[in-house]
């Protein structure tokens, strides 16, 4: 993660934001909804922008402020995302209308985990965005890596978790945020490890995990 100066340096470098952009940043300050840091926004897209897929699975809209950012930056792309949080969802819908995406953006609202009929009629997949409850990272990369095309890729996001996967579990106050920690360092490993993937995770933002296929030549 960068350090706190360098990290306000580059921010101010970033350029303006279309102004509904801007509006939904203020918004999930606002109302604590959680969307992607600046930086960590801004080096998905570059990495989309590199990757150039078509077909987009988000798991976990809020309220779209990634998925609106996605299609402004890939034109061509389709997203298909999926939201819990009835509130979210509906604040999700209101501004992908406003953005005049909404033949670029399919919103779903329901679990992930319980939406596999209806998300796999969509696909297949040439990027998979996991950006919701990190203790079930696992569970949403096996649910719908099968979803993947051959060239796919899945990027994680919070997978260092404010830096927290670093210290002394011994120092965490809280049985319940020491069990989560656990959950995301037990992800780390496990995508670090996994056999049909090159990963790499940046320190950037809440830390990002780009996960690319092997290929047929390993």
Do not use: C
Not at 74 to 102: C, D, H, M, S, W
Not at 111 to 128: K, N, S, T
């Amino acid at each position: 993660m960068l350090l706190q100066n360098v990290e306000q340096y580059v921010e101010k470098l970033i350029p303006k934001r279309q102004e509904l952009i801007e509006e939904m940043e203020a918004y999930a300050e606002e109302h604590h909804v959680p969307i992607m840091e600046l930086i960590g926004v801004e080096t998905l897209l570059q990495i989309l922008r590199l990757h150039q897929p078509k077909h987009i699975l988000e798991i976990g809209t809020a309220i779209a402020y990634s998925s609106i950012r996605i299609t402004h930056t890939l034109p061509e792309a389709r997203v298909v995302t999926v939201e819990r949080n009835e509130e979210r969802y509906q604040k999700a819908q209101e501004f992908i209308e406003r953005a005049g995406k909404q033949d670029k953006i399919v919103s779903l609202f329901g679990d992930a985990l319980e939406l596999r009929d209806e998300i796999e009629r969509h696909g297949p997949y040439d990027a998979v965005f996991i950006d919701a409850a990190k203790g079930q990272y696992q569970r949403f990369f096996e649910h719908y890596e099968p979803m993947l095309s051959s060239k796919g890729m899945i990027i994680s996001d919070n997978v260092l978790f404010k830096g927290h996967v670093a210290t002394d579990l011994a120092e965490v106050e809280t049985r319940r945020r020491r069990s989560l920690i656990k959950k995301i360092q037990a992800y780390n490993t496990w995508l670090m490890n996994h056999p049909d993937y090159y990963t790499t995770i940046l320190p950037i933002g809440d830390g990002i995990a780009i996960s690319i296929k092997r290929g047929d030549q390993e």
